[in-house]
């Protein structure tokens, strides 16, 4: 009885650096709930990485992460995930799902990579009854994707851009505060994006006193417990991101701590993607490309790292 | 056999075992003690007195029949050392390497009242790694059962009970989360210490057993103990998942970023082989200098870990004085050889924060011992005024681990208060047909007592299934003969010999 060979069922590019992939694992269908996470390891060198569960389907046995190219591996992810190939590992569904309350309004914010997970919340919280608003945040037009599937589960999407080429021009925090502004009834917010973003959110919500539920997702390494890398400060308590979480109360996260942590090996990382990127570059130049995509090319340094940051807590 | 040997006549001196001299091992990953060649095996071998009242029995806890498998190496006949040895222990090779001989069998040896006690780990590993290399494997005839064993956790006691029941006749699968099976063996244990392909080899030989591997797979979260039990059909589970959430010492500065688990820097390297970074992706802290806190085996890989990753300077600070430390002997003096420099009676109060997120240094306090606590060790007290401070740009904490949450956030398994998994004198767990064994019962502990562990839950799962045990399990079928009277076993004459766990 092999559980799965994690095969990738779909793919979707939304735009040059996010991709969606569908793995075929009937098992973890069955058991994944909204809020938790996977860990996979693209080849036996690979490292493990943490993905958030974006969707499960019961029904095909499937399950979906959003990935952003933003380091060696999830490059590498893109280039080599494709229909057809599999996984060398997935393991999941890992922490404690979230808890979808009873609240009567809600405020499902995403912004970056953290607008896949929210999804299934966002979907699990009109299933239970509530008015459920979606806000999202992308850095522009290019990069926006699932705004119609939130439109069909959301009785409002409010819409950010930074640059303002789509829905309203602003932050994140911009668009909740125009939440706030049109109801004053909101009970729960649940935000998941870079931690940036989850911290704003947070703070949007203090004042208020709006129950304010944050996803963090620090470096991991085992995610079962073991190793404590992961580990997060929440209400002056240290807590296992893997095994205590990944779901806590904004308001208690100390989200500076979270922001260092994260800094931890950005020197390896980015010697790794160096190193990689320029091997595509050779491979390209040698011959036939290995790679059926040609290696994802970013423009500009500063950029990448952006994006490495943001995407790091998503 | 021979004429009588005393004392007086056996080879005076404790054979040798040839090592890496200190300063290139430290430098490598290769294993570090070389183990016994065989004219080394046969001289050891000449110093056991055979007593008669077979004291280093009782000190192992499995029961191996010590003197009888290094009368069998005297003979050369090493097929049959290994015989013996695999009647009780499933692990040979792994625990001659890794047990903690001098408090156990060596500890009683009585060679060891006047001279240094016979080597038995360093024969049992002389037998096992003969074994590997001859690919000797003793496989039993199986009579399949229609009976479904489910084991969770790929560490020593799960392999242990795995493999009696797969002689047993069942259908045995083992899960585990990780991407790859052995448990601490694999990512805690480092290969100067443990080589990668021993452990293969011991799990290659269950696999041929019939057991089956399913890595990636996290119970608890992928399905539960319940449904195991329930709609998956198993029969019986064994609960083997190890203690692995690590303690934090919980003083200022935890949190930077230069302080990590000793299990975080050891998986990091061993498992994740972030030592081959960048033909590995998985990336390392690196420190010049580091501090290990703790001088447990933990602490001790840690420290030689550390110093083979190129760190200048490796401190292991304890709180209490070299007695009372709990590595084996040999890690504390192997890693002295290699340079780590020890601070005993010297705890941590906090770690010095560099201003930019990462570890200046670490400020201690000196202890001395006082009266001795409820564990009989003298405790520690600090000395007023003994505070220093001192350089160092990573803190690895080896000082402990507890019970990992899982199991008791998603079955309904009854814990004790420590969060370890209740269990009876013949490790039943609260849920009917389920059996737990290993640290996830003990607390941190040795591979040899998880392997125990793991063959008497399989004795109990056997009596539960209504399996038929005759308290013989481990009769040597390999059709050598050996062992055997007349056909009878030799055991059947003398039923003190039959000792599980
Ligand atoms: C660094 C280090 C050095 C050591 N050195 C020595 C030594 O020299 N001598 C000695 O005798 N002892 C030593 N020990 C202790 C010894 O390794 C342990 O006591 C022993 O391994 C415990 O075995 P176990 O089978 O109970 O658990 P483990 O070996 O911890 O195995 C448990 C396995 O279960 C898996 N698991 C956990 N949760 C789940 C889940 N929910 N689903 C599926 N799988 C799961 C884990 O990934 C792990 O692989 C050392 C320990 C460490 C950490
Ligand atoms: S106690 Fe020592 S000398 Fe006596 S039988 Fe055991 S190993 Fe041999
Ligand atoms: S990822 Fe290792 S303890 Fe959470």
Redesign the interface.
Same mark, same amino acid.
């Given at each position: 009885m092999k559980m799965s060979n994690f095969e990738i069922v779909a793919r979707e590019d939304f735009s040059d650096v996010t991709y969606l992939l569908e793995v075929r694992h009937p098992l973890m269908a069955k058991a994944a709930k909204p809020g938790q996470f996977v860990i996979v390891m693209l080849n036996e060198h690979s490292e493990r990485i943490p993905l958030t569960i974006a969707d499960f389907d019961r029904r095909k046995g499937t399950v979906t992460m959003v990935v952003q190219a933003v380091g060696k591996t999830t490059m590498q992810m893109q280039q080599e995930c494709l229909v057809g190939t599999a996984l060398f590992g997935m393991v999941g569904p890992m922490g404690h799902p979230s808890q979808t309350s009873r609240a009567k309004k809600v405020a499902c914010v995403g912004g970056g990579l953290g607008v896949a997970p929210i999804f299934p919340q966002a979907r699990g919280f009109k299933e239970s009854g509530a008015y459920v608003i979606a806000i999202l945040g992308f850095r522009n037009r290019d990069l926006v994707f699932w705004e119609d599937k939130f439109r069909a589960c959301c009785d409002e999407l409010i819409l950010c851009t930074n640059d303002g080429s789509a829905g309203i021009k602003g932050m994140i925090t911009d668009g909740i505060k125009l939440a706030l502004a049109r109801h004053s009834d909101i009970e729960e917010v649940v935000s998941i994006g870079p931690p940036v973003m989850m911290k704003a959110c947070a703070e949007a919500t203090r004042a208020a006193k709006i129950k304010t539920m944050v996803s963090v997702n620090p470096i991991m390494v085992d995610g079962t417990g073991m190793c404590g890398g992961c580990r997060v400060k929440v209400g002056g308590q240290v807590k296992f991101a893997c095994v205590d979480g990944p779901d806590f109360d904004g308001h208690q996260v100390d989200f500076d701590d979270l922001m260092s942590r994260l800094q931890r090996f950005t020197a390896a990382e980015r010697e790794a993607k160096d190193r990689w990127s320029e091997s595509c570059r050779m491979t390209k130049q040698i011959g036939p490309g290995v790679s059926p995509r040609g290696s994802p090319e970013i423009e500009s340094r500063s950029e990448l790292l952006d994006l490495l940051n943001d995407a790091k807590g998503g | 056999m021979a004429k009588k040997k005393t004392i007086r006549s056996i080879p005076q001196e404790r054979t040798p075992m040839r090592e890496q001299a200190p300063q290139a091992r430290a430098k490598n990953f290769e294993e570090v003690a070389c183990g016994y060649g065989l004219e080394e095996a046969l001289r050891e071998s000449e110093r056991c007195l055979m007593c008669p009242d077979e004291p280093c029995i009782s000190g192992c806890p499995v029961g191996i029949n010590i003197p009888a498998f290094i009368l069998k190496i005297t003979e050369k006949n090493f097929r049959g050392a290994y015989d013996i040895l695999t009647d009780t222990n499933l692990l040979p090779s792994v625990c001659g390497r890794v047990c903690p001989q001098e408090n156990q069998c060596e500890g009683v040896c009585t060679v060891g009242e006047s001279l240094e006690a016979v080597a038995i780990g360093r024969l049992e590993r002389f037998v096992g790694d003969a074994a590997i290399r001859e690919g000797w494997t003793n496989i039993p005839y199986i009579e399949p059962n229609r009976f479904k064993v489910g084991i969770v956790g790929s560490g020593p006691a799960g392999m242990a009970c795995a493999a009696d029941m797969a002689k047993a006749g069942c259908d045995v !699968?083992v899960y585990e989360? +990780?991407?790859q099976a052995g448990g601490v063996l694999k990512?805690g244990i480092p290969d100067f210490r443990l080589p990668n392909e021993v452990i293969d080899a011991e799990i290659d030989n269950l696999k041929k057993l019939g057991v089956?591997f399913?890595? %990636? !797979? &996290?119970v608890g979260?992928? +399905?539960t103990i319940d449904q195991m039990i329930g709609e998956m059909g198993f029969h019986a589970v064994f609960v083997g998942v190890g203690a692995?959430? $690590?303690t #934090?010492l919980?003083i200022p500065g935890?949190?930077l %970023?230069g302080v &990590?688990?000793a %299990?975080?820097l050891l !998986? *990091?390297c061993n498992l #994740? *082989?972030a030592k081959e +970074? $960048?033909?590995?992706?998985?990336? &390392?802290?690196m420190g010049k200098r580091v501090a290990v806190v703790g001088a447990g085996n933990t602490a001790m890989d840690a420290t030689r870990v550390s110093l083979r990753l190129g760190a200048e300077k490796v401190y292991c600070i304890y709180r209490r004085s070299r007695t009372e430390a709990p590595a084996r002997a040999e890690e504390v003096h192997h890693a002295e050889q290699e340079g780590v420099e020890f601070h005993w009676l010297t705890n941590p109060a906090s770690i010095l924060d560099d201003g930019k997120?990462g570890v200046l240094g670490m400020r201690c306090v000196r202890m001395e011992l006082g009266e001795p606590d409820s564990s009989g060790r003298r405790r520690p007290v600090p000395i007023a005024g003994s505070e220093f401070d001192f350089a160092a740009d990573l803190v690895v904490?080896a000082i402990g681990t507890n019970a %990992?949450?899982?199991m008791g956030?998603t079955s309904s398994l009854k814990l004790n208060k420590r969060g370890y998994i209740d269990v009876d004198e013949n490790l039943a767990a609260s849920v009917a047909g389920v059996f737990a064994g290993g640290d996830i019962v003990t607390g941190a502990a040795t591979v040899i007592e998880a392997m125990g562990a793991g063959r008497k839950a399989a004795r109990s799962m056997k009596a539960y299934l209504g399996i038929r045990d005759a308290g013989l399990p481990y009769l040597n079928r390999s059709g050598t003969g050996a062992g055997t009277l007349f056909g009878i076993d030799t055991r059947e004459r003398n039923f003190a010999r039959v000792r599980v766990a």
């Open positions: - | !699968t989360a +990780f991407h990512y089956k399913e890595c %990636n !797979t &996290l979260r992928l +399905f692995g959430y $690590p #934090m919980g935890d949190s %970023n &990590l688990s %299990n975080e !998986t *990091r #994740m *082989r +970074f $960048p033909d590995y992706d998985t990336p &390392l802290p997120g904490y %990992n949450p899982i956030q």
